[in-house]
């Protein structure tokens, strides 16, 4: 599972976290405290937010034709959940 710190001053709630992935990826079931979706090339993608942060799991289906597609709209929600650009969370991942 692979944990995202969210922006100070973002605001991000779990409504909100269930709101995103349904635009995104069109589809949103909450199961416990963990919020399921699917899309493209990704066959699992499962979230919650505890302490400020985004908690991800994803699991890939091998739809090669979809990936592009996929990491595209995976990244925009990454982005919009957290405050984070792509290129900011590699920078905060060479600061560790």
Same mark, same amino acid.
């Given at each position: +599972? %692979?944990?995202?710190?969210? $922006?100070? $001053?973002?605001?991000?709630?779990? /409504?909100?976290?269930?709101?995103? +992935?349904?635009?995104?990826?069109?589809?949103?079931?909450?199961?416990? /405290?963990?919020?399921?979706?699917?899309?493209?090339?990704?066959?699992?993608?499962?979230?919650?937010? /505890?302490?400020?942060?985004?908690?991800? /799991?994803?699991?890939?289906?091998?739809?090669?034709?979809?990936?592009?597609?996929?990491?595209? $709209?995976?990244?925009?929600?990454?982005? $919009?959940?957290?405050?984070?650009?792509?290129?900011? %969370?590699?920078?905060?991942?060479?600061?560790?």
């Amino acid at each position: +599972m %692979r944990e995202y710190p969210i $922006k100070k $001053k973002h605001e991000i709630s779990d /409504e909100l976290l269930k709101d995103l +992935m349904l635009k995104i990826f069109g589809n949103v079931k909450k199961e416990g /405290e963990f919020y399921i979706s699917s899309y493209g090339s990704l066959e699992l993608i499962k979230v919650k937010l /505890e302490n400020k942060k985004l908690y991800a /799991e994803t699991k890939s289906n091998n739809k090669k034709e979809l990936y592009d597609d996929t990491i595209s $709209k995976y990244n925009d929600f990454i982005e $919009k959940a957290t405050g984070y650009t792509a290129a900011e %969370r590699k920078k905060l991942l060479t600061k560790i």
